[in-house]
């Protein structure tokens, strides 16, 4: 994979590093976009799919963790690398760095991946926006990783050190989003991150950034599914080029933040039966087909192989 190398941090020193940035964007894109439409499922097992329809790394049928993870868990996240998943969503407010990590550097060692081919996000919590620096550099140690992929800020609100959630009124701040956006890009510009974004932002709320911006965010990592389609935010991110990233894609089924209504579908299912598929692979291929990177989350070996097989 010829990585232009020249446009990502620490290239031609004379260059802004919006230019740097706005480069590192086309080069997301045009890897994670524009490529073959079928050559994530074509390439053996061990290879990276490099470009692929929507994306290789951001925009193929992903993968996100979350909330603590016991030790048995460990495992099935190296079934993910074995699988083939290729991007890794994390946050330090999860709690599940630091095993994410884990697994990456077992796969690095083994020889079966390389730190260039898989793409980690993390994210700022509401509680660290004074410190974006510090905050990444504890992310980094906790992955094992010189750098992430994609730094985004995990909210647009501020709140205060030792809040609890659901945070009282009390634990809420002013938001600076001036202040905290130049620490994101801080972060950008010391190579700690090869790009900034967002998360959970309305177009309002992107265009108040875009406002102070020096670096424009390059991802909107939101809530996405059948039921909840954001077509006038991906309209919005299209034109601005801001790739989307849909978050919670099976509407969550059985967890607190979720719901059914996307699993238990009757149009879905419907669809599904037609073409001897799941309704989780119904659902993650419309997404994709829509341009938007998927980060499904599942536990189950079986579902994780399920939520994978969505081209062919
Ligand atoms: N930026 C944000 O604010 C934000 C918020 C929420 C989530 N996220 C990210 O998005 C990721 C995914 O979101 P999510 O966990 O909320 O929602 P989700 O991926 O839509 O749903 C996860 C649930 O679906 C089940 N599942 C997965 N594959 C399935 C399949 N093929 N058939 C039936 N059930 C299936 C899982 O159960 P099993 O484990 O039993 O398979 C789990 O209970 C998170 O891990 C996180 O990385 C980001």
């Not at 446009?7 to 045009?30: A, F, K, L, Q, Y």
């Not at 020096?214 to 080029?241: D, F, G």
């Not at 099976?250 to 719901?259: F, K, Q, R, Y």
Request: proline content about 5%.
């Amino acid at each position: 994979m010829a990585m232009v190398v020249a446009s990502t941090p620490g290239g031609n020193s004379s260059r802004s590093s919006r230019d740097v940035h706005i480069d590192w964007i086309n080069w997301v894109v045009r890897r994670r976009i524009l490529g073959p439409v079928d050559q994530g499922h074509l390439v053996p097992k061990k290879e990276v799919p490099q470009v692929e329809k929507n994306g290789s790394k951001y925009g193929r049928t992903e993968y996100g963790k979350q909330n603590a993870v016991p030790p048995h868990q460990y495992e099935e996240m190296k079934t993910d690398v074995e699988v083939g998943y290729r991007h890794f969503d994390t946050a330090s407010y999860y709690g599940s760095e630091g095993t994410l990590g884990g697994a990456l550097k077992e796969a690095f060692q083994s020889g079966h991946i390389k730190r260039e081919e898989v793409f980690v996000t993390t994210k700022l919590w509401d509680d660290k926006h004074d410190d974006p620096l510090a905050t990444i550099t504890k992310s980094l140690k906790n992955l094992q990783l010189e750098y992430v992929d994609l730094y985004l800020l995990h909210w647009h609100v501020r709140l205060r050190k030792g809040h609890t959630l659901p945070p009282k009124e009390e634990d809420f701040l002013p938001l600076d989003i001036k202040s905290t956006w130049q620490g994101m890009e801080k972060c950008f510009e010391l190579g700690l991150t090869k790009a900034i974004g967002v998360s959970n932002f309305s177009c309002k709320k992107i265009e108040d950034l875009l406002k102070h911006a020096k670096i424009p965010t390059a991802a909107n990592q939101v809530e996405m599914h059948p039921m909840w389609q954001q077509k006038k935010l991906r309209e919005y991110c299209s034109k601005m080029k801001i790739q989307v990233c849909a978050f919670s894609p099976l509407g969550a089924p059985n967890t607190p933040w979720g719901s059914n209504m996307v699993m238990d579908s009757p149009v879905i299912k419907e669809i599904a039966q037609k073409h001897g598929k799941s309704i989780a692979q119904v659902v993650l291929r419309w997404e994709i087909e829509q341009g938007v990177c998927v980060i499904p989350k599942s536990y189950n070996k079986g579902r994780i192989i399920e939520n994978f097989q969505v081209f062919d």
